[in-house]
């Protein structure tokens, strides 16, 4: 395995990003696409960061403005001292940032936890949404099942730091063998940072972050059940079909219970879809904004 430190990714044409302030935390956001494209909001997952939506951001930006946030505790934001890392703290700052970016009507993406989020978001403010994209998260995922017990255990059994860029290769191969060479060391570049005595060690709040989902205050889970009924959003669920995280009973239920809910699944993807089918995700995800601009127009 290679000891040699990940090349930083290459900005796209265009990419830019500042950092903005919200509930006392500075939050960096990063922008792709013209000022004047349709807006779409893009919230990452539990061990994600913004930058995990370049590969859409490079085939859907012609036609989009891309706003992607490095959430709380993640990549250049700042870490939450009393480590409030819940949908309420991820939904506030969520309101924040739209309404500083002056986003009176957009739409919005979310994988896992993300979508959590985006779900809620789509049922409290229903009036600022044209679309919603919701990639392989349904009610009672991140509760029980086996998605939500791998993780449990992959949080519970995490290193805190490696001794080498080669033993942080190793690790993240062994947890996501399904993703692309690309998007391995993207995860190192922008999950992982050497420290000054030379050991790697995480860019995020590993130890803030996996207390909350391993130990969490049964008061503040979300139970997305009634979220679901709420929605009123044209919302597209793109679900991996090995996907140990998203079922499709749960999926098929929010559809009945919800005309405004469909699905996709993608065939030989895995929770990250966007990770292992790119090019399907993004002409889907684009697909579905696209329509539903031009039918609200």
């Given at each position: ?11 796209l044409?265009?990419e830019?990003?500042?950092f903005?302030?919200?509930n ?5 956001l990063r922008f792709?696409g013209?000022d004047?494209a ?8 539990l061990r ?12 859907l930006?012609?036609?989009f403005r891309l706003?992607a946030i ?11 001292p009393?480590?409030?890392y819940?949908?309420?703290a991820y939904?506030?700052?969520?309101v924040?940032i739209?309404?500083?970016?002056g986003l ?16 809620v978001?789509?049922?409290?403010y229903?009036?600022?949404?044209n ?5 392989d998260i349904?009610?009672?995922?991140s509760?029980s099942?086996?998605?939500a ?6 949080m519970?059994?995490?290193?805190i ?7 942080a ?7 996501r ?6 998007a391995?060391?993207?995860r190192l ?5 050497e420290a000054a ?6 860019q995020?709040?590993a130890r803030?972050?996996s207390?909350?989902r391993?130990?969490?205050a049964p008061?503040?889970?979300?139970d997305?059940?009634?979220v679901?009924d709420r929605i009123?959003?044209?919302t597209l669920?793109i679900r991996g079909a ?7 009973p749960a ?9 405004h809910?469909?699905?996709l699944?993608?065939v ?7 990770d292992?089918?790119p090019?399907i995700?993004?002409?889907e995800?684009?697909?579905f904004?696209?329509a539903?601009?031009a039918?609200?127009?």
């Amino acid at each position: 395995m290679s000891e040699i430190a990940p090349a930083k990714p290459e900005k796209l044409p265009g990419e830019r990003e500042t950092f903005e302030e919200v509930n006392g935390l500075r939050l960096r956001l990063r922008f792709w696409g013209d000022d004047d494209a349709p807006p779409v909001v893009l919230l990452h997952g539990l061990r994600g960061f913004s930058g995990t939506w370049r590969g859409l951001a490079q085939r859907l930006s012609g036609s989009f403005r891309l706003i992607a946030i490095d959430q709380r505790g993640r990549g250049e934001s700042d870490w939450d001292p009393h480590r409030n890392y819940y949908t309420d703290a991820y939904l506030a700052d969520l309101v924040a940032i739209v309404d500083r970016l002056g986003l009176e009507r957009f739409s919005l993406l979310g994988h896992s936890m993300g979508g959590t989020t985006a779900y809620v978001y789509a049922a409290q403010y229903p009036e600022r949404l044209n679309a919603l994209v919701i990639e392989d998260i349904a009610p009672g995922a991140s509760v029980s099942g086996q998605g939500a017990e791998r993780i449990k255990v992959e949080m519970a059994a995490l290193p805190i730091d490696f001794d080498s860029w080669g033993a942080a290769r190793d690790y993240w191969r062994r947890a996501r063998p399904s993703v692309s060479e690309e998007a391995l060391e993207q995860r190192l570049a922008e999950s992982l940072t050497e420290a000054a005595d030379g050991r790697v060690v995480w860019q995020y709040d590993a130890r803030g972050i996996s207390e909350t989902r391993l130990n969490p205050a049964p008061e503040r889970v979300v139970d997305l059940w009634p979220v679901i009924d709420r929605i009123k959003t044209p919302t597209l669920i793109i679900r991996g079909a090995k996907s140990d995280f998203c079922a499709l009973p749960a999926v098929d239920e929010m559809k009945r219970r919800n005309r405004h809910i469909r699905s996709l699944t993608v065939v030989g993807a895995s929770h990250y879809v966007h990770d292992d089918a790119p090019e399907i995700f993004a002409r889907e995800a684009g697909k579905f904004l696209a329509a539903t601009l031009a039918a609200g127009s």
